[in-house]
């Protein structure tokens, strides 16, 4: 079994920061990569940025330049830095956590509010 703690959401005004962590714990083997999903209301859950075992990076159109993540594999963590905060990436923040290239474990959600 594998739990994702999440932490590092709340209220930021826009053109502000947040940095989300997520550590993994657990049966941890196999990790083919973790990043960052999230989900405002009445949407769908989208990709945010991952990042593979290899290193490999994606992200979404309207964060790249803006958002940053990264990966300490001795800690199992994965972080998301956000900047330049708009209130359009106001939403709840899922850590993704997929193993062996088809197992996919989640976090609890963090809400991140971006508003003045």
């Known amino acids: 079994q594998i739990q994702l703690v999440e932490s590092g959401g709340g209220l930021v005004q826009p053109g502000g920061s947040l940095r989300l962590s997520c550590a993994a714990s657990?049966?941890?083997?196999?990790?083919?990569?973790m990043g960052w999903y999230r989900q405002a209301p009445g949407k769908q859950r989208e990709l945010v940025a991952d990042m593979t075992s290899g290193g490999i990076t994606n992200y979404v159109e309207s964060v790249k330049g803006r958002f940053t993540v990264s990966r300490d594999n001795a800690k199992n963590t994965v972080y998301l830095q956000m900047n330049s905060l708009k209130p359009e990436d106001t939403a709840v923040y899922y850590c993704?956590?997929?193993?062996?290239?088809?197992?996919?474990?989640w976090g609890q959600g963090t809400q991140v509010t971006v508003s003045s």
């Open positions: 657990g049966s941890i083997f196999g990790i083919s990569a």
């Open positions: 993704r956590l997929r193993r062996l290239g088809v197992y996919d474990y």
